[in-house]
């Protein structure tokens, strides 16, 4: 007859012991995930970014028109539009996204708690047709944060995007 020392298998003790170790573990771990998450989260959209101000310009020059990208800062989203007559503008925020001149193209919204600001004038990165350069011929920027993580995304006078720099 075998005792009961001999018997294979975990007491209970043991697996508590071995839960609560884990839970030790997972609880000074979740920070350190958390963070994690939301690097990446604002990677992505500033990679996002810098795909949509290339798109935008390459659009431009295909078209033979001026593309802008229309960026709300206070709602963080931004459309992109390819100007077709006169006058008008973009609003992310608005169903249709585009009246007067300019014909929608994309719009999108930053995920949750990634905030944008923006140095062009107008709110906007403006291709011109021929060359993809900036309109006004001024470098711009636009800046993405999320907590106190922020990435830089240049573009300069001549159009060239420059990837973000944290």
């Keep these: 007859m075998k005792t009961r020392s001999s018997e294979g298998g975990f007491t209970a003790i043991e697996l508590l012991t071995v839960l609560v170790i884990a839970g030790i573990l997972l609880v000074l771990a979740l920070p350190a995930f958390n963070d994690m998450l939301a690097r990446r989260r604002l990677e992505g959209q500033a990679n996002e970014f810098v795909t949509d101000l290339a798109y935008a310009k390459s659009e431009a020059v295909q078209r033979n028109r001026n593309v802008a990208v229309f960026v709300r800062p206070a709602n963080a989203c931004y459309t992109i539009a390819a100007w077709t007559t006169g006058t008008g ?21 930053l995920s949750n708690g ?16 021929v060359r993809g350069a900036l309109e006004p011929a001024t470098a711009a920027s636009a800046a993405l944060s999320l907590g106190s993580r922020s990435y830089t995304v240049d573009v300069t006078a001549y159009g060239r995007v420059t990837p973000f720099t944290p």
């Design 89 to 109: 503008g973009c609003d992310c925020t608005a169903t249709p996204a585009c009246t007067g001149g300019p014909e929608q193209l994309k719009t999108v919204s």
């Design 114 to 129: 990634v905030a944008v600001a923006i140095t062009a004038p107008n709110d906007r990165f403006d291709f011109e047709p």
